[in-house]
């Protein structure tokens, strides 16, 4: 079985200022990687993903992740956040090479301050 | 090309009355997951479905709740004799076939609110 741990539920930052999301996993098997974000009152969205090769991966609305292997994490970063970044984001796996589900962790909300 | 279509937006609902809960996949896509939303908890996985069977119902609560995905229409979600704990948001999502490792595309999902 798979589960997905988000460290921190609540993250404020203030407007231009770096930020990173924590996110943990454990799985028995291979997975891929993906962090979504919601904004409010909407679905989500995919932020980006990973498969295979380079461990730093690039998504939309600047922000990246870097998976590592030996700490089972995939932590999401962008260097300077803008108020539009107000948003629900989400850490998800599934595994490799099975046809299976994805289990999203409980999110971390991340508020920009002015 | 439209995306995932969920309908209703927001639903209301007297306890003990039935709601239905629908959902087109994208076009060209065969899988179809159900998710639940409640505050702090994230989303919860409900059911998988291809066209006409059910792959995986692992998170459906075993009483009252049931999944459908017919060879024609959307799938849909049905919730009989609801409480006022089955509110929440429902998200419906899906996936082509041997797709999922590139994720699933997400409706805007259906309030379900129990009064």
């Known amino acids: 079985a798979q589960s997905v741990t988000q460290l921190d539920s609540q993250v404020p930052v203030f407007e231009e200022a770096p930020v990173e999301l924590r996110c943990n996993y454990s799985s028995s098997v291979s997975v891929y990687l993906f962090w979504y974000v919601q904004y409010p009152n909407q679905g989500l969205q995919l932020l980006l993903k990973y498969l295979s090769g380079s461990t730093l991966v690039k998504g939309i609305n600047g922000f990246e992740a870097e998976f590592n292997k030996s700490q089972n994490s995939f932590h999401l970063r962008k260097p300077s956040v803008h108020i539009s970044d107000t948003a629900e984001y989400f850490c998800?796996?599934?595994?490799?090479?099975?046809?299976?589900?994805?289990?999203f962790g409980k999110g971390t909300r991340l508020h920009i301050l002015p | 090309n439209a995306g995932v279509m969920q309908n209703p937006r927001h639903l209301v609902r007297r306890r003990g009355q039935e709601a239905r809960l629908r959902c087109s996949p994208m076009k060209g896509h065969s899988h179809v997951y159900w998710y639940r939303q409640l505050p702090e908890e994230g989303l919860k996985f409900m059911v998988y479905?291809?066209?006409?069977?059910?792959?995986?119902e692992s998170g459906m609560p075993k009483e009252r709740f049931s999944a459908e995905f017919p060879k024609e229409g959307p799938s849909i979600l049905r919730i009989q004799q609801v409480v006022r704990g089955d509110s929440a948001a429902y998200f419906c999502?899906?996936?082509?076939?041997?797709?999922?490792?590139?994720?699933?595309?997400f409706g805007s999902g259906t309030r379900l609110t129990v009064v």
């Open positions: 479905l291809q066209k006409e069977n059910i792959i995986d």
């Open positions: 999502a899906s996936s082509p076939s041997g797709g999922q490792k590139y994720g699933y595309t």
């Open positions: 998800a796996v599934i595994p490799m090479n099975r046809d299976d589900k994805i289990i």
